[in-house]
């Protein structure tokens, strides 16, 4: 239940980044969590609710894009999305592709209000 | 309103301190390797194995991280190297600060080899990057061999899958070839070990696998510098 602690870092990251823009409120955080990262969306929703609710960021909203895995073919240059782990160019069924995203834990953006 | 672009990683910070952590390795030519694995895998009994290879003189030391307790600092510490404990007080995983203060204390010249063992857990420690050479991930028999779908964020960062107590092959279900197949298809060109802890059957793999890693870290070191001049920088 890392999440938790995921979900933390996220709020001071915003927190920060809303800092440098004094009289701006924080509306909106989003982030893109990629299915190999180890990060549970349903559980990093939850506990960001959890953390917001009842602090001075209320109601500040999380937006989670997952990302699938995505493997570029060295052969033909394909890229392609995996599904079950069938990482096989589609294009040309070479079977050593490489892995380009997927793994990713980034904070995207921001939605502030100025005042 | 306004959307503001960051592209920023999460644990921005994290990163930060193991990138840190990771270049202080390199300049004294330290290998470090984080091992991860469910709870009772055999984390600490391989690295007693491990320990009590080696001559009294190697320059190695041991991180443990618990939850509770000091423990498996005790099992470790019996063969002389230095080991310290970090107890988390309940955080699920080791983070780069953790190990950053762990070692405050201790002489990085004095060290060639240093081992972490994460907080026994397959999924949070595998986002937490500790500055390590290679996250050596353990799956025992006595586990699902399934498991490398199930978890595949710790089997796709990881370099090594040491496949433990395979003395208890004869009695369990678990199935080597298709764990194999397992991880090889999240991690394509994964590298594979099998062994016991308890009969030392395929240790002497493990050992030329550390001592590979060992010797490309050699490689890659500046000679120290001689003692008897001042360097700058």
Redesign the interface.
Do not use: Q
């Given at each position: 239940m890392h999440e938790l602690s995921i979900a933390n870092s996220i709020l001071e990251a915003a927190r920060a980044e809303a800092l440098r823009r004094p009289g701006a409120r924080l509306l909106k955080v989003g982030v893109r969590v990629g299915e190999l990262s180890g990060v549970q969306p349903d559980a990093l929703s939850f506990s960001f609710e959890a953390l917001v609710r009842g602090s001075d960021l209320e109601p500040l909203a999380l937006e989670i894009e997952a990302c699938p895995r995505r493997q570029r073919c060295p052969e033909c240059g394909r890229e392609f999305e995996v599904h079950d782990f069938d990482i096989t160019c589609p294009g040309c069924g070479e079977e050593r592709t490489r892995c380009i995203s997927g793994d990713e834990l980034d904070l995207a953006y921001i939605e502030i209000e100025e005042s | 309103?306004?959307?503001?672009?960051?592209?920023?990683?999460?644990?921005?910070?994290?990163d930060r301190i193991a990138a840190q952590l990771r270049a202080r390795f390199a300049e004294h030519g330290i290998l470090c390797l984080n091992f991860v694995s469910s709870p009772g895998a055999g984390k600490t009994t391989l690295l007693e194995r491990t320990l009590e290879g080696f001559p009294p003189t190697e320059r190695v030391a041991v991180l443990a991280g618990d939850i509770q307790t000091d423990n498996d600092a005790r099992r470790l510490a019996r063969f002389g190297f230095p080991v310290k404990q970090i107890t988390t007080g309940g955080?699920?995983?080791l983070d780069a600060r953790m190990v950053e203060r762990a070692l405050a204390e201790w002489r990085l010249d004095e060290l060639d080899l240093l081992f972490i063992e994460n907080v026994g857990n397959l999924?949070?420690p595998?986002?937490y990057d500790l500055g390590e050479a290679a996250k050596v991930v353990i799956l025992s028999v006595t586990e699902g061999d399934d498991k490398p779908?199930k978890?595949?964020?710790?089997f796709?960062?990881a370099e090594l899958l040491v496949v433990s107590k395979t003395d208890l092959l004869p009695h369990v279900p678990f199935n080597v070839a298709s764990a194999r197949e397992s991880a090889l298809?999240?991690h394509?060109?994964m590298e594979i070990l099998e062994l016991s802890s308890l009969t030392a059957v395929g240790l002497e793999g493990w050992r030329r696998w550390l001592e590979e890693r060992r010797r490309a870290v050699r490689a890659a070191t500046p000679a120290p510098a001689n003692p008897g001049r001042t360097e700058s920088g």
């Open positions: - | 309103m306004s959307k503001i672009p960051l592209e920023k990683k999460v644990l921005n910070e994290n955080a699920c995983h999924v949070c595998a986002g779908l978890y595949p964020a710790i796709f960062r298809r999240v394509p060109g």
